[in-house]
């Protein structure tokens, strides 16, 4: 069982950045791949990023890479996702996930075994 909260997303201007924090609780948190989807109005929820028990292997949606960065620190059990570059069609409510499997997040949100509530992030031009 784990349970999941996201916080830090808000209002930036294009280009600025921003970093979201997944605070997992339960004392398996290194137990799990970790990752972040997104979904914006109108769209269906879309992969952004996941990483790996360990922290060592990371997959990123080709929109993000180079602008998004995940990592985790499995002594805090909190996942962060450090976003720059924002543009505005990074608008979205933005998800934390987790999985036993880094396969199962990186193919997509079918099958994943817990959610987030969601923060949102709103990127003005």
């Known amino acids: 069982q784990v349970q999941l909260v996201e916080s830090g997303g808000g209002l930036v201007q294009a280009g600025g950045s921003l970093r979201l924090s997944c605070a997992a609780s339960?004392?398996?948190?290194?137990?799990?791949?970790m990752g972040w989807f997104r979904q914006a109005p109108g769209k269906e929820r879309e992969f952004v990023v996941a990483?790996?028990?360990?922290?060592?292997?990371?997959y990123y949606a080709d929109s993000v890479k180079g602008r998004f960065t995940i990592s985790r620190d499995n002594a805090k059990n909190t996942v962060y996702l450090q976003m720059n570059s924002l543009k505005p069609e990074d608008t979205a409510v933005y998800y934390c996930?987790?999985?036993?499997?880094?396969?199962?997040?990186?193919?997509?949100?079918?099958?994943?075994?817990?959610w987030g509530k969601g923060t949102l992030v709103t990127v003005s031009s």
């Open positions: 339960g004392r398996t948190f290194s137990s799990y791949a």
């Open positions: 990483i790996s028990r360990s922290g060592v292997t990371t």
């Open positions: 996930a987790a999985d036993e499997s880094l396969l199962t997040l990186s193919r997509g949100s079918y099958g994943v075994d817990y």
